[in-house]
């Protein structure tokens, strides 16, 4: 009976697709080894591999859905293998994968131009498939924060996180996302907006990009993230205003999720997302065509795309390098729990006039320096010297900011607000001397004592002359040599080295750079100095 039941589980196992063989394990003496059942899947037919597909397709993740239904409307009847293979991509990751599409449907035109340089060419065929503008996103309670008479605007978000009022902004990776390549141009071309300078309107881009919580988070990551908390105050924390594709919005607010969000294209640099439907060079064959006729304008409506431009888009660059370039500067910002002092040079040539006008070196230091104090982030710890001596007996330099962090009082005084004030008021003494060699090795010795040793640190230095005229006079080979004796290779302090005007004495700053493995800017242009000392920050941040 025993024996009857147990052949009947294997009869049972056997047809659910599982083969037992009875093994003697010590705990059953069967009268006859049982055989092995036959293999299920041996009876099945060999499944023939599919061919390499006829066409390729890499398409921008947000479209690529689209493309997909389209692609699979042209499969043959009864054909198990598709003749299109349609993959979902970034424009940047397709850029550098060896496996080039034979169609590309990036999510801006730009970036054919930027694969022509890198020798993939890619022609548009036919109009532009849809249209998608840059919106500024953020859980609905934020908007207002950084929009004037309702409007979002880079302007206005820059303001809001730099008084503090917005707590995170994430942004996309600038050299693999169209949303991040175009909003650091969006940014820029507001910031140019606000000043003739275009010194201090890359100051004032740059900081934004010194208070961004990440710079290259994943568009789809971050909205499911997003769509992840259970309330907007988790979102606001958890990524804050992050610049979309308006179609990766509208997708997400038809979607239902807990955490509402909102946001528009910001009203000073609107930028918009276009998706050209391109193909390689050499590639021949009637699916290209029959593809492109297959993408219907009322699917591409239905996914949240709009089938016209819209008017009043920031006018792009037409070299790559007009986007790439402050794109790569983005994207090799490193933020670090960064320590700096800065040494002004406070000598009484710093009171020349430049040009026929009332403009002095002293009175362009003021309003590139107020602009530069809001560059450094929560992370800084900074101080600030002047240096220059009046008299036979008076110091090289004086501290007019203690070095601390940036977030911290000095009495009642916010740091960060009393160095923008001691800029503000800067007043260089006539007939001063300048120290310039002294000031510096005294810096770098104040940087060792006084800085946290597990963090960069630097000493940034602007000067409109040569070392001379006090007490402290000594050649460069004097300098040189104390700079080397006192060398620390396991604390490096760089030196990034400003010379303002055409009387700087450049050789003697680019061997201080070298010496100490940090960089010499020339600006020898007075007017240039903003543009300069946005060099030296993205020097500094570029320090290991």
């Keep these: ?250 997708a997400y607010q038809k979607a239902g999720h807990p955490v509402a969000l909102g946001g528009a294209p910001p009203a000073d640099g609107m930028v918009q997302a276009d998706y050209p439907y391109a193909v390689r060079k050499g590639v021949k064959t009637d699916l290209v065509d029959q593809l492109r006729t297959a993408i219907s304008r009322p699917a591409l409506e239905q996914a949240g795309f709009r089938t016209e431009p819209t008017a009043g888009a920031t006018r792009l660059p037409e070299s790559a390098a007009g986007l790439l370039t402050p794109a790569r500067q983005w994207a090799q910002f490193q933020k670090l729990a960064f320590q700096v002092l800065l040494l002004i040079d406070a000598s009484g040539s710093m009171n020349e006039r430049i040009g026929a006008g009332s403009a002095t070196k002293a009175s362009l230091l003021r309003e590139s320096g107020v602009s530069a104090a809001d560059l450094f982030n929560e992370d800084t710890t900074i101080g600030m010297w002047y240096f220059g001596s009046s008299s036979a007996s008076g110091p090289a330099h004086t501290e007019e900011v203690e070095f601390g962090p940036i977030t911290s009082n000095i009495g009642e005084t916010p740091r960060r607000d009393l160095l923008a004030e001691k800029i503000g008021s800067y007043r260089p003494n006539t007939g001063a001397g300048t120290p310039l060699y002294q000031s510096v090795l005294d810096g770098i010795a104040a940087m060792r004592e006084d800085a946290a040793p597990d963090r960069p640190s630097v000493v940034v230095v602007l000067t409109d002359g040569s070392d001379g005229g006090t007490r402290f006079s000594m050649s460069q080979q004097e300098f040189l040599r104390k700079v080397n004796a006192d060398r620390d290779p396991k604390r490096p302090i760089p030196v990034i080295a400003v010379g303002y005007g055409p009387d700087a004495n450049m050789g003697a700053l680019q061997g201080m750079a070298k010496a100490t493995g940090g960089q010499a800017i020339a600006a020898r242009d007075p007017a240039d100095l903003a543009s300069a000392m946005a060099k030296a920050f993205l020097a500094a941040r570029a320090t290991p």
């Design 1 to 250: 009976m025993l024996l009857s039941a147990a052949l009947v589980v294997v009869v049972l196992l056997v047809a659910g697709g599982v083969t037992w063989q009875l093994m003697n394990n010590g705990s059953a003496q069967p009268a006859t080894r049982a055989t092995a059942a036959p293999d299920p899947s041996a009876s099945r037919p060999t499944v023939t591999p599919c061919p390499d597909p006829e066409l390729t397709v890499a398409a921008a993740p947000e479209i690529e859905p689209v493309i997909r239904v389209a692609a699979d409307s042209l499969k043959p009847a009864g054909q198990r293998c598709a003749p299109i293979l349609v993959r979902a991509e970034e424009p940047g990751v397709t850029l550098e994968t060896k496996d080039r599409p034979d169609v590309w449907v990036p999510s801006s035109s730009v970036w054919l131009t930027i694969a022509e340089q890198r020798k993939a060419v890619y022609k548009a065929s036919g109009a532009t498939l849809a249209w998608s503008p840059i919106v500024l996103t953020a859980p609905e309670s934020l908007v207002p924060l950084y929009s004037t008479d309702g409007k979002p605007s880079w302007t206005a978000l820059l303001q809001a996180i730099t008084d503090g009022r917005i707590p995170v902004v994430t942004m996309p990776d600038p050299l693999r996302t169209t949303a991040g390549l175009l909003s650091v141009h969006g940014v820029h071309a507001a910031a140019a907006l606000t000043t003739k300078d275009p010194g201090i309107a890359q100051l004032r881009a740059l900081t934004l990009r010194s208070r961004l919580e990440e710079a290259a988070a994943d568009p789809v990551s971050v909205l499911n993230q997003i769509a992840d908390q259970n309330s907007p105050t988790d979102a606001s924390y958890a990524v804050g205003v992050y610049p979309m594709i308006e179609q990766q919005l509208l």
